[in-house]
Each structure stands twice: as C-alpha cells, then as structure tokens.
C-alpha cells in the first residue's frame, strides 16, 4: 500500500547527505594503476559522495517502480489523501504495518547489496594499488 515510502524517505535523506558531501570534498585522491604490463596511468580513487549516489540511484528507482506498481493497481489516487488505506482505519493500520514490515526489509535489503557493493570497489581499488610495481 505504502511501502514504497520507506525506501524514498531513505533515499530524500541520503541525496541531502550526498550534495554535502560533494561540496566538502575538494580534491579526489589519486592514485597510478598499471594494467597488464602497461605504462602506469594516474587514476581517481572513487569519492564516498559518488559511491553514496549509486544508494540513491537505487533506492530512487526502487521507490518509483513501486510507486508506479501501486499506482496500477489502486492503491495510490492522484486526489486527497492520495493513499486509498488512509480512508478507512482498518486499512491504515494495515498499511502502517506494511510500511513497518515490507518497507523497512526493502530498504534495509537494498542499503546492504549497496555495502556489498562498497567491499567489491574497495577489493578492487586495493587490487589495483597492490599491482603497481614499487617505485624506486
């Protein structure tokens, strides 16, 4: 009925976090990545403000693929008072526990595949740094 509003309270929350955080950052730290026995090549490690954006891309997608989903099927109304539960208080209560239940677990869920995708770039970044021959 409404879970979709957990996900997207969590993603307004981290879009805030994130334009802060690109403003405080100044300059991203570089570091040389070789490649297969290439030249060596200066490359940005990936700023926390970037990879905080792909938790927003997620949960802003996620939240309008639901909102679109209750849309189809009534639950959400272009009028007053938009969610079609908060007119009777049975259905509220229901749809409270929804949000509680079903909105929690999918935010919940979706911040942990971006965590798992966190330790991936971070494997990946130290890989590469590990790769540099030392330098003399």
């Known amino acids: 009925m409404a879970c979709f509003l957990i996900p997207a309270a969590e993603a307004v929350i981290t879009t805030i976090v994130t ?11 570089t570091v040389k990545v070789q490649l297969d026995g290439e030249e060596p090549v200066e490359a ?5 403000s970037r990879k905080l954006g792909w938790l927003n891309k ?9 909102a679109f989903e209750h849309v189809w099927h009534g639950e959400v109304v272009p009028w007053f008072p938009f969610l079609t539960a908060v007119s009777d208080p049975a259905e509220a209560a229901e749809m409270l526990n929804e949000m509680a239940t079903a909105g929690v677990a ?5 911040t942990a595949v971006w965590a ?3 330790v991936v770039s971070s ?14």
């Open 123 to 136: 494997v990946i970044e130290k890989r590469a740094k590990k790769a540099l021959p030392a330098e003399s």
């Open 44 to 48: 940005e490690k990936i700023p926390f």
């Open 116 to 118: 798992g995708m966190l």
């Open 19 to 29: 334009k802060v955080m690109r403003s405080k950052e100044a300059n991203p730290e």
């Open 58 to 66: 997620l949960l802003w997608g996620g939240s309008a693929l639901l």
């Open 106 to 110: 999918m935010a919940v869920l979706v």
